[in-house]
């Protein structure tokens, strides 16, 4: 064989292993790219959207201290000033150490079952820097952030109970309250509304921020309370007016200025329904203050900071549900329509039958609650400028939604906190001797004075 021949053989057999092997050789050209480009698709943390939770978190805790804590403050009288200082600040401690231990698992803990969120994350087991939670998109945030922002709404909620029974009830009464209700009431709900594999989500009911879960079942249960607790010495005799409206402004205005951060944040990222939610937050909230202002005129004749302040919780109040969900004009008018239930329930029906809510947060926030997690149902609607139904879902549909939520929230709330509050009875007893309470519970429960002369 020539050589000529043989480089001829050559060169054929050459060209022919490559034309074998060059679908092999682009296949691993091409699969190279294509398995970065799977690493690169495994959803990573916005730095945005993570610095953006950070900061809503920290100002749902800014609306517990000192916010929530100064707004009751003012309206008990200056004996009991630090015992309402105490209670929301050592209520929200004490949830915040439950919440890691087992109420982050119980309300998020990844269980298929309706109601509870199971055990599989007690004590934040497998949270850890690099875990993630899911958006209400294709995003992702550390689970850290989302475990601590929902960790302040179960810090709060108790804490708006105790404006209800202020000025009479054991401090250990109420810090064990809260623990027991936490556990039984509140966790249960959160992960019924807010948990993929809940209840209440399962329906497809709208409950932006906490219409159900924080402000109905704060309401409910502090209506109980007043009830359970009873009435204050003197009520209806002696003169109980808030000593100080300047504080409560104060608070008002801080729960205003961190309630951004609780509807915004709810939205998990900082996108266009976080910027709905603070479109509707600051517009639903003016138009309750001028609402409220309005109605004390005619029925009062003049309008009070007191009922500015109350105007300014209710109509926070009532976007809770729905901040992210409806639209600015539907923000407005239910706005508009809660100050004027809500002032019927605090000056007609806690006169009618006579129970004694301090600082009427049934009145406010489980009424406000109420209305609007019904009305977000409504509101939602595209033709009134909201977001939208699931798809083949009507207004009326969703509307009955609502209704079911609603109920829920009540029957479990209302029977679950009956039954802790007689526990707590039971346990530690719920309110002072007649002495302390006269005394006032700032020197009688904790030895000291809000002012001295």
Not at 9 to 34: D, H, K, M, N, V
Not at 203 to 210: E, P, R, S, T, Y
Not at 426 to 439: H, K
Request: charged share 10%; hydrophobic share 55%; with cysteine.
């Amino acid at each position: 064989m020539s050589f000529t021949k043989f480089s001829s053989t050559f060169a054929r057999i050459g060209a022919a292993s490559a034309a074998l092997l060059a679908p092999a050789i682009a296949f691993a050209q091409e699969a190279a790219p294509a398995a970065a480009e799977a690493a690169a698709a495994a959803p990573v943390p916005d730095k945005g959207d993570t610095a953006f939770m950070f900061l809503c978190t920290i100002l749902v805790l800014f609306m517990l201290v000192p916010g929530l804590a100064l707004f009751y403050g003012g309206l008990v009288r200056a004996k009991n000033m630090l015992s309402v200082l105490m209670q929301c600040t050592v209520i929200g401690a004490s949830i915040m150490l439950v919440w890691v231990i087992y109420g982050y698992s119980f309300a998020f803990g990844g269980s298929t079952n309706a109601f509870f969120g199971g055990t599989a994350k007690l004590f934040l087991s497998g949270v850890t820097m690099d875990s993630t939670a899911a958006t209400f998109s294709d995003a992702v945030i550390p689970e850290y952030i989302f475990m601590l922002f929902q960790m302040t709404f179960a810090a709060i909620t108790p804490a708006l109970i105790i404006g209800a029974f202020a000025e009479r009830i054991k401090f250990s009464a109420a810090i064990l309250f809260c623990l027991l209700w936490v556990t039984f009431v509140y966790f249960p709900i959160a992960h019924m509304v807010w948990d993929a594999n809940g209840l209440i989500f399962g329906w497809g009911a709208f409950d932006f921020a906490g219409g159900t879960v924080v402000h109905i079942n704060a309401g409910v249960a502090g209506l109980i309370g007043a009830i359970m607790v009873g009435k204050r010495t003197g009520y209806g005799k002696d003169m109980m007016a808030p000593h100080s409206m300047t504080l409560t402004m104060v608070g008002a205005a801080m729960l205003w200025f961190g309630w951004f951060g609780f509807n915004a944040g709810s939205n998990l990222e900082a996108s266009g329904g976080a910027m709905l939610a603070t479109v509707n937050t600051f517009i639903a909230t003016a138009a309750a203050i001028v609402s409220w202002a309005f109605v004390e005129s005619l029925t009062r004749g003049k309008s009070s900071m007191l009922g500015a302040a109350s105007g300014m919780i209710a109509g926070l109040v009532a976007i809770t549900p729905a901040a992210g969900i409806v639209g600015p004009m539907g923000a407005i008018v239910m706005g508009l329509i809660v100050s004027p239930l809500c002032y019927f329930f605090v000056s007609v029906v806690k006169n009618k039958f006579g129970y004694d809510d301090t600082a009427d947060v049934f009145g406010v926030h489980g009424i406000g609650g109420l209305f609007g997690a019904l009305a977000t149902g409504i509101f939602a609607s595209t033709s009134l400028g909201g977001i939208g139904y699931a798809e083949g879902v009507t207004m009326g549909a969703q509307f009955f939604t609502q209704v079911k939520a609603v109920l829920v929230t009540l029957v479990w709330c209302g029977v679950g906190s009956a039954i802790l509050y007689k526990i707590t009875d039971v346990i530690v007893g719920l309110r002072v001797p007649v002495e302390a309470e006269r005394e006032g519970l700032d020197l009688a429960s904790h030895g000291e004075a809000a002012y001295h002369s």
